[in-house]
Structure formats: structure tokens, C-alpha cells
Nanobody, 124 residues
Framework: QVQLVESGGGLAQAGGSLRLSCAAS????????MAWFRQAPGQEREFVAA????????YYADSVKGRFTILRDNAKNTLYLQMNSLKPEDTAVYYC?????????????????WGQGTQVTVSS
């Protein structure tokens, strides 16, 4: 099927930056939309950012708009999340997700494939 493997998480100070990567392999479909979600302890998984297959359209949660950038390299089957101006409230496990379809979605229920997650911790 589809395998998604995230990397790049870790510890950062407030105001710092991290770049997450998500490598896709297997049957990744011809036009997959992809997204990043995150889940903090005791909270539900929430939408962070999404991107269409061409990369022509991107969408962001209000909480990260202007600080995070979602990118993709289809030649490498890799999704990225550039996170700048990090805040302690960005601390969470970050997941990448993939759905078969051109249009992206803010709903986790529209994504059939998920990575295992990577921990991001931001200290104040």
C-alpha cells in the first residue's frame, strides 16, 4: 500500500525553526493531496497545513499561518513542513497524511494514509 515516514522533529527553542519531512513510498497514487496534522497531549488531532498535488494551492490553520510553510517535491515523493517562529504551543506529535485526490482537506477523516508521527517540542 502506502508508507509514510516522517523525520526532522526534535527540540527547539521558542522563536527557532525546524523542518519536517515525510517520505512517501508504495502505491502513492497519481494525484495525492497531502497534509500535516498535529496532536498535543490530551488534545484531539488538529489540522496544520495541506497542499494539492501540483503544489499550486496550500491551506493553513490560522494558528500557524505566516509561520509555517508546506512544500512538496513530487520527484522525490516527499512532503515538507518548514516551521519558523516556533512557539511552545506548537509542541505536539506531527503527522503527515495522504489522500487519493486532487483536492486537499482540513478533515483528518478524508485522509486514508498516515505516518507514525514525529515529536516536536518547543521550549520557552
Amino acid at each position: 500500500q502506502v508508507q509514510l515516514v516522517e523525520s526532522g522533529g526534535g527540540l527547539a527553542q521558542a522563536g527557532g525553526s525546524l523542518r519536517l519531512s515525510c517520505a512517501a513510498s508504495g502505491r502513492t497514487f497519481s494525484i495525492p493531496a497531502m497534509a500535516w496534522f498535529r496532536q498535543a497531549p490530551g488534545q484531539e488531532r488538529e489540522f496544520v497545513a495541506a497542499i494539492t498535488w501540483t503544489g499550486g494551492s496550500t491551506y493553513y490553520a490560522d494558528s500557524v499561518k505566516g509561520r509555517f510553510t508546506i512544500l512538496r517535491d513530487n520527484a522525490k515523493n516527499t512532503l515538507y513542513l518548514q516551521m519558523n517562529s516556533l512557539k511552545p504551543e506548537d509542541t505536539a506529535v506531527y503527522y503527515c497524511a495522504l489522500r487519493n485526490g486532487y483536492s486537499s482537506s482540513r478533515s483528518q477523516y478524508d485522509y486514508a494514509y498516515w505516518g507514525q508521527g514525529t515529536q516536536v517540542t518547543v521550549s520557552s
